[in-house]
């Protein structure tokens, strides 16, 4: 059978399986190529996307794993994000990244009002816009959840079982994108919000302990990871 040679304007054909590769070198080129990968993204890269860099019968997860064990000491590590994997700056050095100021911002530009709508969806979500101007003890406006929208905070979940079936709304995949959270079990308690500068330390006590409030455990034992979207 003669093989039909390649044209110059034909892609190569890319070895996944490295078959010819002993094995131990085969791993570690797969580690190398997940890590060019989540390198180069610039959003958290899901499993379906490395998989296509690694052979069919690798498993990225023990990948993942070797990758963060050979980061150890290191100012960054991979991390989960929203069900994909990105590389991080460890928190320790935060200090040193924001003092270079060689790093833009990319953190979403939120109003002390839209950061606590936003925490007030987030902790109990799916809620309606009336919940969450009960639970903020005053009138959120249409802009607000608006604004939220427009920044791909949160979308609109299920309609609400009460009079009038208003929807409610849920975070979005973003948010935990942007927060660096891989599923909203990882919400922070209330003196990490002030630490991520959503709540203000010095804000009145009563919005304080509204937000506090919000992050106790959900009464209704729902499950809040399938919510986030």
């Given at each position: 059978m003669v093989k039909r040679k390649r044209t110059a304007a034909e892609p190569p054909i890319f070895d996944a399986e490295l078959a010819d590769m002993p094995a131990d070198l085969r791993w570690r080129e797969w580690m190398n190529r997940i890590e060019a990968v989540l390198f180069a993204a610039p959003k958290p890269v899901d499993r379906e996307a490395l998989a296509r860099v690694v052979g069919r019968d690798a498993s990225i997860d023990p990948l993942i794993d070797d990758i963060r064990e050979a980061l150890r000491g290191k100012p960054y590590d991979v991390v989960n994000i929203a069900g994909a994997w990105a590389f991080r700056t460890r928190t320790a050095y935060a200090d040193a990244i924001a003092t270079s100021a060689a790093v833009p911002d990319r953190?979403?530009?939120?109003?002390?009002?839209?950061?606590?709508?936003?925490?007030?969806?987030?902790?109990?979500?799916?809620?309606?816009?009336?919940?969450?101007?009960?639970?903020?003890?005053?009138?959120?406006?249409?802009?607000?959840?608006?604004?939220?929208?427009d920044k791909n905070m949160i979308t609109a979940g299920p309609r609400s079982p009460t009079a009038g079936a208003p929807f409610t709304y849920v975070t979005t995949k973003g948010f935990l994108e942007n927060f660096g959270l891989d599923t909203l079990r990882d919400l922070p308690d209330l003196e990490a919000l002030e630490n991520a500068g959503l709540l203000d330390e010095h804000g009145d006590e009563d919005t304080r302990m509204a937000v506090k409030g919000m992050a106790e455990p959900n009464p209704d034992g729902d499950d809040e990871e399938d919510l986030a979207v």
């Open positions: 953190s979403v530009d939120l109003t002390q009002n839209e950061a606590m709508v936003l925490v007030s969806i987030a902790y109990h979500q799916p809620v309606t816009r009336a919940g969450v101007s009960e639970i903020l003890g005053r009138e959120v406006s249409r802009d607000v959840i608006g604004a939220l929208r």
